[in-house]
């Protein structure tokens, strides 16, 4: 049962590739259907974030999984196979530990990928691709996570991309945020929490604009703040002095023609991926355009006195990696012994076979050699545990005599 964990990341791949490599959350179930159907995967979770897409799956062929990625997403060998990376059974199954612990993401313990990583597993489940190896795996993931952030200080008052977002127009935005008009693109998870920062500075103006017009309404209703309807997008972007964007789009919102007319600078943080904005804009002379990747140096700062946590974080997924190879190993084991036990009987069966075979050809009465044929195989097989129980009861070993009883469902 070889596990493997592959994909890329923002550790391993650009922005302009890693918006290439992502697996649109609608088509989930198709994606993984393909897989268990074409590829050979026993069973398999398919995590797609901003920052990473990776397969865990249960597999014999890894070749085939590079060849499915790029077919998924029109990209040639030459292009992939210098950014993915391949983890094998125990170092897999640490870096999906690593994973839902925030201790691989771009901001070091934050916990958003943990929801992201369990509603993967539930779509997975969903598709059918999750068995009863992936299930024991990915609840013991869960399990870890858990612990590490009760038990180490690694997601204390973690930075999220969010408030990285925040905190880099607070530092490169040449005017002040209380006289600027905000234009925020999106109305999920993510923009809720540039909200939680951005509001403590207190912006002249914030407008959200979203796809769905009701979610919009709803955001800026919650927020108290204005919405607008996205056909009246180059209108605001016009009024606006900052941009930030983090839509679940899969092609770009903002052209370079809409903003092409204003005259005055616009600072745009697009923290989508794929992008939200088309990356031309940045041609044009009044505007300022940046990506999630832009932020690394902000998140860097932020990191620093959280590595003694992620030691200790480290150092517990290392003993539970450990814990659950273990479980894993056992399973190979009981498979062997069952075959070598069964193999065993199938011998003594065959071997008391062949010798009632020759009495029957020869014409010896039946019934006596069915007889013999039951009583010596009965005496075969009970042999060698009657002789190993007289000696665990020799030796007090009770746990021995127990086990048998249970082993073989002996009432007493």
Not at 11 to 35: G, H, M, N, W
Not at 343 to 359: A, H, Y
Request: glycine residues 4%; hydrophobic residues 45%.
């Amino acid at each position: 049962m070889p596990i493997i964990a592959c994909g890329i990341n923002h550790k391993t791949a650009p922005i302009e590739l890693r918006e290439k490599v992502v697996f649109s959350p609608e088509k989930l179930a198709l994606y993984l259907q393909d897989l268990s159907a074409n590829e050979n995967i026993r069973e398999a979770v398919l995590l797609s974030t901003c920052n990473r897409s990776e397969l865990y799956c249960d597999t014999d062929d890894i070749h085939r999984i590079t060849e499915w990625f790029c077919r998924h997403h029109q990209l040639t060998p030459a292009e992939l196979q210098p950014v993915m990376y391949f983890y094998r059974n125990k170092d897999a199954v640490e870096h999906i530990m690593q994973v839902a612990c925030g201790l691989d993401s771009m901001v070091l313990g934050e916990s958003q990928i943990l929801g992201q990583m369990k509603e993967a597993f539930s779509e997975s489940c969903a598709a059918g691709t999750v068995g009863t190896l992936f299930n024991r795996l990915f609840q013991q993931v869960f399990a870890i996570a858990k612990e590490v952030r009760t038990n180490t200080a690694v997601g204390a008052c973690p930075v999220s991309v969010s408030s990285a977002a925040v905190s880099f127009i607070k530092e490169n935005f040449s005017q002040s945020l209380t006289e600027s008009n905000v234009l925020l693109m999106g109305a999920g998870v993510t923009m809720d929490l540039v909200m939680r920062h951005l509001q403590t500075q207190q912006p002249k103006k914030i407008t959200v604009v979203n796809r769905s017009a009701e979610n919009a309404a709803e955001f800026a209703k919650k927020h108290a703040v204005h919405s607008a309807a996205i056909a009246d997008l180059p209108q605001i972007l016009a009024a606006a002095d900052i941009v930030i964007s983090a839509t679940g789009s899969t092609s770009p919102i903002i052209t370079k023609t809409m903003i092409g007319l204003r005259k005055k600078p616009i600072f745009m943080v697009d923290i989508a991926v794929p992008r939200d904005v088309e990356t031309s804009a940045a041609e044009l002379e009044q505007v300022k355009l940046y990506s999630i990747d832009d932020l690394k140096s902000i998140i860097q700062k932020n990191m620093r006195g959280r590595e003694h946590a992620a030691d200790k974080a480290r150092e517990v997924i290392k003993q539970r990696t450990q814990d659950f190879m273990a479980w894993l190993h056992s399973l190979d084991l009981v498979a062997t012994t069952i075959r070598a036990y069964r193999k065993q009987i199938e011998d003594l069966c065959d071997g008391e076979l062949s010798k009632s075979l020759r009495q029957l050809q020869r014409g010896d009465d039946p019934v006596q050699v069915l007889t013999v044929f039951a009583h010596m195989l009965t005496q075969k097989l009970l042999h060698t545990p009657t002789v190993q129980l007289r000696q665990a009861g020799f030796e007090g070993r009770i746990e021995i005599l127990q086990l048998a009883q249970q082993l073989f469902a002996i009432p007493l």
